[in-house]
């Protein structure tokens, strides 16, 4: 009964924050390796996400979303994975900017900063919504004349 | 707590950390641009270029970066005739070093956005995360 | 069942049972619909469930666990069912006050 977590537009809205953290990080790992020789930027893979937002619509409410991917020791000597599950959440795809330079390095800083403008501006934009749709939950539950 | 936008932070700081060492490397450059060999014949300054190298960090979690340490710029060095130069060889050319103070220039500039770039990634995912927490007050 | 709720939700347990004996609940053919007890039931039901979720991400945020954006957004969500539940169950029990007070 009237639980966020059930409705499709709540889990919806959290994966899409959640793509959007990630997508945070591979670009800011694209901009850490701006000088790093060979360095091809890699970025989120929408066709996925997109994919993976239907189906959840598709299943209605309740719909369980993106689960992180555990990290497997491959071998016996490596360290067990933190135990926080960082796996990584959405697909990535290598996505070179429009240059590249001569030591293989294909990140452009301007073109870095583009997504990270889009980023920040798609995350605080779901933030508010997410906000406002519990905002009208609440609205509705209020008696009336309250 | 771990969070993809910490690590975001913690990728960007590795990255502010080595265009540090990328600058100082110019600076060092520049500041013996003009420098000549020691003895008659000799070697002057070798430019130095830092060598960057990325890894993954498990703490962070995320593909950090690291300058690893700085490697000798092959390029020849400039020749300039001047025979009552104490460092003049036996054709009376003197070398002086391989620093181009104009590419220095342009390569401290190129480290200077790449900070900004890397600063501008923390202060958004800062924003960022604060945003999130802000979901708790309303 | 998490301390959250544990003493009211025994209460509002006790409460159901009172109101399903009185109110006909399941078994009365007349009712159309489910009677008070049943909708106090539910409503208590989603009270503890969202506690408990609740308790757990802020639970896991204290550990150290957890993503910043799940646990928010569950203690988020937590709350919103928690005021919608509570307003339903407020108005359950106006109601059946309100027929308790009609004179028969």
């Known amino acids: 009964m009237a639980d966020p977590t059930q409705m499709s537009v709540f889990s919806l809205m959290k994966a899409r924050l959640q793509m959007l953290g990630e997508r945070q990080k591979v670009i800011a790992q694209n901009v850490a390796n701006v000088s790093t020789p060979g360095y091809v930027p890699s970025d989120i893979n929408q066709e996925a996400f997109s994919a993976t937002l239907q189906r959840m619509a598709g299943h209605g409410s309740g719909a369980a979303g993106p689960s992180r991917t555990a990290m497997v020791a491959t071998q016996a000597g490596h360290m067990a994975p933190p135990a926080s599950g960082g796996g990584a959440l959405m697909a990535t795809k290598k996505s070179p900017d429009s240059e590249t330079t001569l030591d293989g390095n294909a990140v452009v800083v301007e073109e870095q900063m583009m997504k990270i403008a889009e980023t920040r501006m798609d995350f605080e934009t779901m933030v508010g919504l997410y906000q406002k749709s519990l905002g009208l939950l609440r609205m509705a539950s209020r008696a009336p004349g309250r | 707590m771990s969070s993809d936008l910490m690590s ?126 802000a979901l708790l007050k309303a | 069942m998490s301390d959250l709720g544990l003493s009211a939700v025994k209460a509002y347990g006790g409460v159901a049972q009172t109101l399903g004996g009185m109110a006909g609940g399941k078994e009365s053919g007349g009712v159309s619909g489910p009677g008070f007890g049943d909708l106090l039931n539910t409503a208590v039901g989603s009270l503890s469930s969202a506690g408990n979720a609740a308790e757990t991400a802020v639970t896991n945020a204290a550990m150290g666990r957890g993503d910043l954006v799940d646990v928010v957004t569950a203690v988020a969500a937590a709350e919103a069912t928690m005021e919608t539940v509570i307003a339903v169950r407020d108005e359950v029990i106006k109601a059946y006050q309100e027929i308790m007070r009609m004179p028969i």
């Open chain 2, 8 to 133: 975001a932070m913690g990728a960007a700081a590795t990255g502010l950390r080595a265009q540090t060492v990328r600058i100082r490397i110019s600076a060092e450059n520049l500041a013996n641009a003009d420098t000549t060999a020691a003895t008659p014949g000799g070697d002057p300054y070798r430019r130095k270029a830092p060598v960057f190298r990325t890894f993954y960090d498990r703490e962070i979690g995320a593909n950090t970066v690291k300058v690893t340490g700085s490697r000798e710029d092959k390029s020849p060095f400039q020749e300039k005739y001047d025979p009552s130069h104490p460092a003049a060889d036996e054709r009376g050319y003197v070398k002086t070093s391989n620093v181009s103070s104009l590419i220095e220039m342009a390569d401290l500039r190129e480290a200077q956005r790449a900070y900004e770039a890397n600063l501008n990634v923390i202060e958004s995912s800062r924003a960022m995360m604060l945003g999130v927490v």
